[in-house]
């Protein structure tokens, strides 16, 4: 796909792309903001977290261990085990925004989520349009606290959202990304080692259980092209 | 205590996110790295999608009857008749849920 040159086009049709992930993560957004309020925290810190934090994954498990009674250093740095599948998504897109200019190096790299890199990463330096990933993940970002928004304003009258299973529309959004890409022996390789082994480290309660099954489904797909020939 | 949280929070997930974005980080990708990269997508979106599905609750369930389960295979197949991800989404969560009100109302 091409994408125009004018900035206000290119932003428009980034925002239009990642319309459908802006709604399905609708329940995943509901589920920030009425956890937060059930775990007692303010409106105010809720939203904080969505605004400053913007990591759905983070924040829900932040909100729990909260609720456990975990002090703040354990907190942060499970945040930092968490979210470090972000580090390799930086290294993916790294040759095509590190080039930019700070603001734009920084915007981008703060907007960085699941969803955004699954919408940009495919772009080369020529195809890469800093405007449309602007759309993309600005799009986002606004939709994710207006979710939260609401979840905060549904969490104060409705109790036990967190019991409705809201949290099957990532699981929704990510199988629907993930299917059509399996087209080949080392994209299913990747997929089942990885799915295996995320549930296999889950069990076994690992904080990094994650990014290590993630790194591991990604290691054995590589491996498995090596394998067959390097073809692409 | 909760500002500096997630102001706290807020650093850690932006460090992750921008870290190889800063060109003064001497690193060069071979291609052996970009096409291990090319991975990044299904291995990462797996991993994060595996726990939910099979660990509801945080307690592991393989029941074939697992709302979670079932409905990632609606999603799946209807991708791949449909090739509409839009689509696909939603008519996976419609099942999801009222497969799973009517679990509950068997139950």
Redo the contacts between chains.
Sequence with gaps: MTHPHLPRQAFIHGAIAILPLSLAVAPWGLLAGSMAIEANLTPLEGQGLSAIVFAGAAQLVAIGMLKGGANLFSIILTTLLLTSQHLLYGLSMRPVISDLPARWRLGLGFLLTDEFFALTSQYDKQQFNRWYALGVGLTFYVAWNLFTLAGIVLGQNIPHLDKLGLDFSIVATFVALIAPLVRNLPTVVCVAVSLFSSVLFSFWHWETALVLAGLLGMSAGFICQKLSGGRA | ??????????L????????????RLP?R?SS??R??????????????????????EHQ?DLNPAN??LL??LV??V???LT?N??I???L??VF??VF?WWLNGAA
């Excluded at chain 2, 850690?12 to 870290?19: I, W």
């Excluded at chain 2, 096409?35 to 099979?54: E, N, R, S």
Aim: proline share 7%; glycine share 8%.
């Design positions: 205590m909760m500002f500096l949280l997630i102001v706290g929070m807020g850690v997930v932006f460090l992750n996110r921008y870290a190889f974005l800063e060109p690193l990708l052996n790295a096409q291990f990269l090319g991975f990044a997508v299904p291995g990462m979106l797996t991993a994060i999608c595996g726990p939910i599905i099979f660990m509801p592991l709302p979670y409905g990632s999603a799946v209807l991708v791949l090739r991800t839009l696909s989404m939603l996976s969560m999801f849920f799973r």
